[in-house]
């Protein structure tokens, strides 16, 4: 019983690190490829007390080829819109879609947070307006996006569904790599497409999850000496 604990506190701690989502590569067919940097290799989700990020891995470079679009569409609470997105691209969450974080990487950066209000998409947040807690930030292999997860309504213990996608530089641009699928996601850059579901729980901060975790030890320690 007593190893059966102290696993279960190491466990805790283990489960405060970073959740990681894979992707086929190579899967990236439209017109004009290889696009590596918009081959989605995998997503790493991370929460702390206040924010979560998301970061791209991507097979390819996009600060040398800076064109690219990274995209999460997310379903946090039942309704939402099941055939549009903030950006009024092909892509659709038929579950229905009620938060659109979507960036670009070249002309400095930027990142905007759109929310679904029922009838229609409106801008929650954005970097060029100063919104706190929100960043973007790349390097040669990945684009990562952060903000406060009050703003997209969630706390501690929330569960969404999500799935992220990179698109082109056009307006009418579709998904070119989908996270959540592991084939070809469209063959033409126009082509619609729905999200495929990924699911994420925010979890207690990892100084939180080790300080209850040594606490349990602790009071295991505690009972054997008695």
Do not use: C
Not at 157 to 181: C, E, I, R, Y
Not at 187 to 213: F, H, I
Request: hydrophobic content about 40%; proline content about 5%; overall charge negative.
């Amino acid at each position: 019983m007593k190893k059966i604990l102290i696993l279960m506190a190491l466990g805790a701690v283990a489960s405060a690190q970073a959740t990681v989502y894979t992707d086929s590569v190579g899967d990236v067919v439209v017109p004009g490829s290889p696009f590596p940097h918009l081959d989605i290799a995998s997503m790493e989700i991370t929460n702390d007390a206040t924010s979560i990020m998301f970061k791209f891995n991507l097979v390819g470079d996009p600060i040398a080829t800076d064109w690219g679009k990274y995209i999460v569409m997310m379903d946090t609470q039942p309704g939402g819109d099941p055939v549009g997105n903030g950006w009024n691209r092909p892509i659709s969450m038929p579950s229905g879609a009620d938060k659109w974080l979507g960036s670009w990487v070249n002309d400095g950066n930027g990142f905007e947070n759109r929310g679904w209000n029922g009838s229609g998409w409106q801008l929650d947040g954005a970097t060029y307006n100063s919104t706190p807690g929100m960043m973007i930030s790349k390097d040669s292999s990945s684009v990562s996006l952060k903000l406060n997860f009050a703003d997209l309504g969630l706390v501690i213990g929330s569960t969404f569904q999500f799935d992220a996608f990179t698109s082109g530089g056009g307006d009418n641009d579709g998904a070119v790599d989908s996270l959540g699928n592991p084939n070809a996601q469209i063959s033409d850059w126009g082509n619609r497409s729905d999200a495929q579901s990924n699911q994420y729980t925010l979890v207690p901060e990892p100084a939180s999850v080790t300080m209850l975790a040594l606490g349990a030890i602790a009071l295991i320690r505690r009972r054997r000496s008695k």
